[in-house]
């Protein structure tokens, strides 16, 4: 089983809303990661947990915040988001925070703040 | 500080014809190089990677790519492209704990 699986697809928040994107694997990677990922551009890296400890943050504001509860599972957790946060949402796993490994995407959760 | 550029944010090629898309790194240090897909509304996909050894490197869907050290390139080739390689490309660089991502190439494939 090669596949990152994310949920929602979709989701649609307000500005006062609190919501979760979920992110899961089950090929035994101990480094997981989130993107974001506006329209035409690349993917911006947010956060990497290796061995379920935070190791990255890209200064990413404090309206995300990330969680890890097992090695499978990993968690965006969404409050008081702006507009500009709409984008997609991208989930990636590798077999170890090292540059050589390559990442596995999931498809995304295609996030919308009105 | 490293940088990865893709020279053409647009290609635009008939189908069977050839393909290269171009990628140029800034750095010489731990180069790990890779090449990922992203077709319309998915997540991305590895195409192939470059870690060492033979420069020519091949991937899935019959791409292959080939490391220059002297040029700092990895170029991405297709000797016969189809109407389903219409995506977006992305040249990627690491080293043993940053991921740079090249802005991206959009592949269109006229039929």
């Known amino acids: 089983d090669t596949e990152v699986t994310q949920t929602p697809k979709h989701l649609v928040m307000g500005m006062t809303n609190k919501k979760s994107l979920k992110c899961e694997q089950h090929m035994g990677h101990r480094a997981m990661y989130w993107y974001k990922q506006k329209a035409k551009k690349p993917p911006e890296l947010m956060f990497v947990?290796?061995?379920?400890?935070?190791?990255i943050n890209e200064s990413v504001p404090s309206r995300f915040s990330p969680e890890c509860p097992n090695s499978s599972l990993l968690n965006l957790h969404l409050h008081a988001l702006q507009p500009e946060d709409s984008a997609l949402y991208l989930c990636?796993?590798?077999?170890?925070?090292?540059?050589?490994?390559?990442?596995?995407f999931g498809p995304g959760t295609r996030l919308t703040v009105t | 500080a490293q940088s990865v550029t893709q020279l053409d944010s647009q290609v635009p090629v008939f189908e069977e014809a050839p393909v290269e898309l171009r990628c140029n790194y800034s750095s010489s240090v731990s180069v790990y190089l890779f090449w990922y897909v992203q077709y319309p509304n998915q997540g991305l996909q590895l195409l192939l990677k470059?870690?060492?050894?033979?420069?020519l490197v091949k991937g899935i869907n019959g791409f292959e790519a080939e490391f220059n050290k002297s040029q700092t390139s990895f170029h991405l080739r297709k000797p016969s492209v189809h109407i389903s390689d219409t995506a977006e490309y992305f040249c990627v660089w690491t080293s043993y704990d940053k991921v740079i991502f090249g802005p991206g190439t959009s592949l269109s494939v006229i039929p």
């Open positions: 947990y290796s061995y379920e400890k935070l190791s």
């Open positions: 990636a796993s590798s077999q170890e925070h090292r540059g050589q490994r390559e990442q596995y």
């Open positions: 470059y870690l060492s050894g033979s420069t």
